[in-house]
């Protein structure tokens, strides 16, 4: 007798989670939208992740245990991806919780949305790792991105997206190839790729998972996620999008960020032209053979790419509206 397809397919990776799977798997034993399965990839475990995993799935035929063979977060997740059945396909980590009308919710909203791919929602931090206010900035940056002309617009900032809060599409998934294996932010890389390929995003306001700040979560402790990966992969996407023909690169900031930036284009063969900065001890300087130039200059450079190399929110929103009041703003590029 063939199996009913589910509406929606949780993809929940699992290593060494044994304290946290069972609140884990509670939220979604709570959750309104019953028409759900869990694909459980444990990821060579050496803890009882999977002897957890076993029992639950003995007691709800939702939930299907797997085993990945310890080759890793992207494996784990594409062999869930490969196993689910369902057209809608939510991620999950094992340390999170999932408020109760999350599914629901989500697959609500997609149903009601087809043109939207990929749909996130708010979180809020659960825990409280030492030193994690740049995490609880994180998450309030990225709440207030709801719409696709917002997530877009800061793409190239941060993640815009927090990922065990998605809700994708499986053909969408299936259309990118699945997660990439690479040196990199695997998540960020699928949100680049999206966008790539014209997909588009949402995000719904109301706070439906409690995402754990751990002190050995992978985006602290594996150098996958470090800053300069990030970099690169913006980058990369950057070189196919706006920077696709030949044009010289004009940097807002030259702090840190701003250095950084043109150093990495400047080896790639692109032609740094200006620093665009407010400092004045800065203006007039030159910094990596390119002048530091104030605002009233910033225009002087037609066809030129505009990257607001800035690190503070504040501040790339103050260089979007120099940007307007010059009518460079469908050239600029806030990256971070």
């Given at each position: 007798m063939?199996?009913?397809?589910p509406?929606?397919?949780?993809?929940?990776?699992?290593r060494?989670?044994?304290?946290?799977?069972?609140?884990?798997?509670?939220?979604?034993?709570?959750?309104s939208?019953?028409?759900?399965?869990?694909v459980?990839?444990?990821?060579a475990?050496?803890?009882?992740?999977w002897?957890?995993?076993?029992?639950?799935a003995?007691s709800d035929?939702?939930?299907?245990?797997?085993?990945?063979?310890?080759?890793?977060?992207?494996?784990?997740?594409n062999t869930?991806?490969?196993?689910?059945?369902?057209?809608?396909l939510?991620r999950?980590?094992?340390?999170?919780v999932?408020?109760?009308?999350r599914?629901?919710?989500?697959?609500?909203w997609?149903d009601?949305?087809?043109?939207?791919?990929?749909?996130?929602?708010?979180?809020?931090?659960?825990?409280g790792a030492?030193?994690?206010?740049?995490?609880?900035s994180?998450v309030?940056?990225?709440?207030?991105l709801?719409?696709?002309?917002?997530?877009?617009?800061?793409?190239?900032?941060e993640?815009?997206?927090v990922?065990?809060?998605?809700?994708?599409?499986a053909d969408?998934?299936?259309?990118?190839?699945?997660?990439?294996?690479?040196?990199?932010?695997?998540?960020?890389d699928?949100?680049l790729?999206?966008?790539a390929?014209?997909?588009?995003?949402?995000k719904l306001?109301?706070?439906?998972?409690d995402?754990?700040?751990?002190p050995?979560?992978?985006?602290?402790?594996?150098?996958?996620y470090?800053a300069?990966?990030f970099?690169l992969?913006?980058i990369e996407?950057?070189?196919?999008?706006?920077?696709?023909?030949?044009?010289?690169?004009?940097?807002?900031?030259?702090?840190?960020?701003?250095?950084?930036?043109?150093?990495e284009?400047?080896?790639r063969?692109?032609a740094v032209?200006a620093?665009?900065?407010?400092d004045?001890?800065k203006?007039?300087?030159?910094?990596?053979?390119?002048?530091?130039?104030d605002l009233?200059?910033?225009g002087?450079?037609?066809g030129a790419?505009?990257l607001?190399?800035?690190?503070?929110?504040?501040?790339?929103?103050?260089?979007?509206?120099?940007?307007?009041?010059?009518?460079?703003v469908?050239?600029?590029?806030?990256?971070?």
């Open positions: 063939a199996q009913i397809q509406r929606v397919s949780v993809l929940l990776p699992v060494d989670a044994g304290p946290t799977l069972p609140a884990c798997l509670e939220s979604l034993a709570a959750q939208l019953a028409d759900y399965e869990i459980a990839v444990d990821d475990s050496r803890d009882d992740s002897r957890q995993l076993d029992a639950a003995a035929p939702r939930i299907v245990p797997l085993r990945a063979g310890g080759r890793g977060l992207v494996a784990a997740l869930a991806a490969a196993a689910a059945r369902a057209p809608l939510a999950m980590d094992a340390d999170d999932s408020h109760p009308e599914l629901g919710r989500q697959a609500h997609l009601a949305h087809p043109d939207v791919a990929i749909l996130g929602c708010a979180v809020r931090v659960l825990g030492p030193g994690n206010a740049g995490m609880r994180y309030s940056w990225s709440n207030a709801l719409d696709h002309a917002a997530i877009v617009r800061d793409l190239w900032v993640s815009p997206l990922h065990p809060s998605v809700m994708l599409r969408a998934l299936r259309a990118l190839g699945g997660y990439r294996a690479f040196d990199g932010p695997e998540d960020y699928l949100w790729r999206a966008h390929r014209g997909l588009h995003f949402a306001p109301e706070i439906l998972l995402w754990r700040d751990a050995g979560r992978l985006t602290r402790s594996d150098p996958r470090a300069e990966r970099r992969l913006k996407a950057i070189e196919a999008g706006p920077l696709r023909r030949p044009r010289a690169v004009v940097v807002w900031g030259a702090g840190p960020i701003g250095k950084g930036w043109a150093r284009l400047r080896r063969g692109h032209a620093f665009v900065e407010v004045p001890r203006i007039g300087q030159h910094i990596h053979g390119a002048a530091v130039v009233s200059a910033a002087g450079f037609p790419l505009h607001a190399a800035v690190g503070h929110a504040e501040a790339r929103e103050r260089i979007r509206a120099a940007a307007g009041r010059l009518g460079i469908e050239d600029l590029v806030a990256v971070a």
